[in-house]
């Protein structure tokens, strides 16, 4: 039998799902992490990045930063955090780490959402006299969105990715038969474990892009959609 009929074995073996530990358990804990982390990532990301696009100031800090942020080690981070949050805190710590892979892609994708804008799109809306609030919420938000989705389906990702190590620190979550079966080399456990993971990974990333793609306004549902999940975040 080779490993990946172990790992299907062990997936559909029935003591996988029940008790504290079964399969639902663990997707329940990793769907937890991921959806706290992608709001308050939302919340944060978002505002600022709708002001930088919309006033066009501060988009070189942005840039800075977003740059810097992809460049943590993400395992590291969450070690660091822990360690100075300390191990009473271990949620709160790896939540923030979370929290900080997923802000430069959102924050990339707001922005750049409203730069990709026709800028004679803005002038007809000022010329029609519509005020600063109302160019914003009825043309800029609107035709904005599809970008900020794609940085949301790269935020989610990246989350979703990063809260399989934090079985690591005692979360749970879909990345426990990973940590746990590298030390008892049953590679059939780390399979499951990953198979788990990449299959949330594609279900949402399919979710998204369908979102993504119903975002596009009617008027302009001809043309392509513009923006992968990587698109928001290269763009910075």
């Keep these: 039998m080779n490993v990946f009929a172990e790992a299907f074995a062990w997936l559909f073996a029935p003591e996988q799902w029940q008790g504290p530990n079964s399969i639902p358990v663990m997707l329940a804990q990793h769907l937890l992490y991921t959806g706290i982390s992608v709001l308050i990532a939302v919340l944060i990301a ?17 840039v800075a930063f977003a740059g ?10 969450m070690i660091l955090l822990v360690l100075l949050f300390g191990v009473l805190q271990i949620p709160a710590a790896a939540v923030v780490t979370f929290v900080l892979l997923g802000i430069p892609p959102l924050l990339a994708g707001a922005y750049t959402g409203f730069e990709a804008i026709d800028r004679q799109v803005i002038d007809a809306a000022r010329a029609f006299g519509m005020t600063r609030w109302q160019l914003l919420w009825k043309v800029e938000v609107p035709l904005g969105l599809p970008l900020l989705i794609a940085g949301l389906r790269s935020a989610a990702l990246q ?10 620190v ?10 746990q079966g590298i030390p008892l080399n049953r590679f059939d ?27 596009v306004p009617a008027g302009l549902r001809t043309a392509p959609v513009r923006g992968k999940p990587q698109a928001a975040a290269s763009a910075a």
């Excluded at 499951?192 to 993504?212: K, S, T, Y």
Aim: proline fraction near 4%; hydrophobic fraction near 60%; avoid cysteine.
């Design 46 to 62: 978002v505002p600022i990045g709708w002001a930088i696009g919309h006033t066009g100031k501060g988009r070189e800090v942005a």
């Design 68 to 77: 810097a942020a992809r460049a943590l080690p993400s395992f590291g981070l």
């Design 159 to 168: 989350i979703i990715a990063t809260v399989t190590i934090g079985a690591y």
């Design 170 to 179: 005692g979360l749970g979550g879909l990345g426990a038969p990973i940590i």
């Design 189 to 215: 456990m780390v399979l499951a474990g990953a198979i788990l993971v990449a299959a949330l990974a594609l279900l949402a990333d399919l979710l998204l892009a369908l979102a993504q793609r119903a975002s």
